[in-house]
């Protein structure tokens, strides 16, 4: 197993509308993240993703680039994230940017000119297709359902044909086919950034960019609508492994380049290694979603399911255990920006439990093999929006057109309208959007504005980084002493091996990590309630850490009570 920088480090998520606002206009900009610097570096961060800062009109929190080589101006300019890029080397710490090239904003000019005539020499940059029609009329060129609702298809009148589009109708979907598009992102959302400094990239959608080209429709599943999930076909196109070898053989790999790519719809092992083996060539990490979905429901997010924890120690010990005797590399994490709060979603954010289980899921994730990430706000265990906020503070596309499509379907039907918003409630992406909390002050100390782009959550005046940086028993603390732990113990914790025990214990996670000359035992209780201690788990054993005070030997486990043995 190679050493390399982007297996020890631990690495942090910026989101930066919702981070620090740094001019008083109520939204998170790039100087605020410069500011908060040394806070980051306390943690002992070694490397931080910045989720997308570039110029963009905003359908899709900027997901959505209408200028790769520019800022979002409400974020600041090109000479502010250089600013952030020297902050972050300067202090020995590495940072990293998204790389969004699935698709661009509509209003990106390749798009303008795409759509601008067929005899454009951009026209075939993006994904065009005739219309089918059925008795006389017209229809998309197949089923397929978007990410955000409705079909993938849009119809343009100028050009008389539809345009792809697999998220949002103002993200169409890039051409990877065409030779001169690559080029292009590598040119200017690549080398422009690797030639400024950044170390890489957090690459969107990353198993997208190759389309069936013959566009087969789905299988109905959905009577109610004309549109089929359909992501088996969207996603591990044809020529998938082919265009990512080129972008690496081109571009990183003439960087000393970290890359993880988001890796949804792969369930197989094999298949995943194929994108991330060091000897395919292409990607180096992966974001694989099991954990993070795990409580999605048959029909969609918005209905979720209850799970049993051994579900979740299947899907762990998975994802934990394929890099097994291969040059592969994993990544362990529990939350991102389209994610709900981890202490909401697998924890308790009753406020009992709340700090306890944030503190639990931390021995989690800096216990395991591979990459560990921590999203903003985790680190003080941050929880979900409260049950009583209405609709009208949620402002993800993906939540509210679901929300506005379930509206329509049922004409407004009450009852389905509070079914959805219980499963929005857990599952929403705008959870994890919610301005940090700094500290007690109006706004959490977030913005000096009176009002922030995202309401702040109610509870800032007893979960905020101030406070906790100043209490030893704070989650805060609790997440500084692991990932100093974690660096202590890296043969152990970051490259040890995993195994579960007592895998059918539905209450109590436990898990051996394993090294030449060192083995810990980890034992997490996932409820509420205590549990008994297998005890012969741990014969001969000492507790090294737990997240209640005092390293309790006791043969009962309090509730969401996490401790490793050594
Ligand atoms: O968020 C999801 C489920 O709620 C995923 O289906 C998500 O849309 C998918 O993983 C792709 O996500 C990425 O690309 C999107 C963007 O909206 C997400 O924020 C980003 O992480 C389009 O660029
Ligand atoms: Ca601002």
């Not at 995993?498 to 090294?515: G, M, R």
Request: with cysteine.
């Amino acid at each position: 197993m190679t050493k390399e920088w982007w297996k020890e480090g631990v690495v942090y998520q910026i989101y930066p509308s919702s981070f620090k606002d740094s001019n008083g206009d109520g939204i998170g900009d790039i100087p605020g993240i410069t500011s908060e610097l040394d806070y980051i570096k306390s943690l002992g961060v070694d490397i931080i993703w910045v989720s997308p800062f570039y110029k963009s009109p905003q359908y899709d929190m900027g997901y959505d680039i209408s200028d790769y080589q520019d800022v979002y101006e409400q974020y600041g300019t090109v000479e502010d994230v250089d600013a952030l890029i020297q902050g972050c080397h300067d202090r020995g710490m590495r940072i990293i940017f998204d790389l969004v090239v699935n698709h661009t904003s509509h209003l990106h000019p390749w798009f303008q000119e795409s759509a601008s005539s067929k005899n454009n020499p951009k026209h075939d940059w993006y994904i065009w297709r005739p219309a089918r029609y059925i008795n006389g009329e017209r229809h998309p060129p197949c089923n397929w359902r978007g990410f955000f609702g409705g079909s993938v298809w849009e119809w343009d009148d100028n050009i008389g044909e539809y345009y792809l589009h697999l998220f949002a109708k103002e993200q169409p979907d890039l051409n990877w086919d065409n030779p001169d598009v690559r080029q292009a992102i590598y040119n200017d959302a690549m080398r422009f950034w690797l030639d400024k400094g950044v170390d890489g990239f957090r690459i969107d959608t990353v198993n997208m960019y190759s389309k069936r080209l013959d566009f087969p429709d789905a299988p109905v599943v959905e009577p109610d609508t004309p549109w089929q999930p359909a992501y088996d076909l969207i996603c591990n196109g044809p020529r998938m492994h082919e265009f990512l070898r080129e972008m690496n053989y081109e571009v990183l790999s003439k960087y000393d380049a970290m890359t993880v790519g988001e890796l949804p719809h792969t369930p197989d092992p094999a298949h995943v290694l194929g994108y991330i083996s060091a000897s395919a060539c292409q990607l180096q990490q992966v974001f694989q979603m099991d954990l993070v979905f795990l409580d999605f429901g048959e029909r969609s997010k918005y209905y979720p399911r209850k799970w049993a924890l051994t579900e979740f120690k299947e899907a762990l010990e998975k994802w934990q255990c394929f890099i097994e005797g291969n040059d592969g590399w994993t990544t362990n994490f529990l939350e991102n920006h389209d994610t709900g709060r981890s202490v909401s979603r697998y924890g308790s954010d009753d406020p009992r439990f709340a700090a306890l289980s944030a503190k639990m899921l931390a021995v989690l994730l800096t216990t395991l093999t591979g990459t560990t990430y921590v999203y903003q706000g985790q680190e003080i265990g941050m929880v979900n929006a409260p049950k009583t906020w209405p609709i009208e503070e949620y402002k993800d596309i993906e939540t509210l057109n679901y929300y506005n499509e379930v509206k329509q379907i049922t004409g407004g039907d009450k009852v389905a309208l509070e079914e959805v918003m219980r499963g929005i409630q857990l599952t929403a992406r705008d959870h994890n959007r919610l301005p940090f909390q700094w500290n007690a002050n109006a706004n959490a100390g977030f913005t000096s504005s009176a009002k922030s782009w995202m309401r702040v959550h109610d509870n800032y005046g007893v979960v905020n980084a101030t406070q906790q940086s100043e209490d030893p028993s704070s989650v805060l603390s609790f997440w500084k002493s692991m990932i100093r732990l974690r660096k202590q113990y890296s043969e152990l914790f970051v490259h040890g091996s995993f195994t579960i025990c007592d895998f059918e214990n539905e209450a109590v996670l436990s898990y051996v990590k394993e090294e030449t000359n060192k083995r810990a035992l980890v034992v997490l209780n996932f409820t509420d309630k205590p549990q008994e201690l297998n005890l012969k788990l741990v014969k001969d054993m000492t507790v090294l850490v737990s997240n209640y005070s005092g390293k309790s030997m006791e043969p009962v486990l309090k509730p969401f009570e996490g401790r490793i043995y050594i």
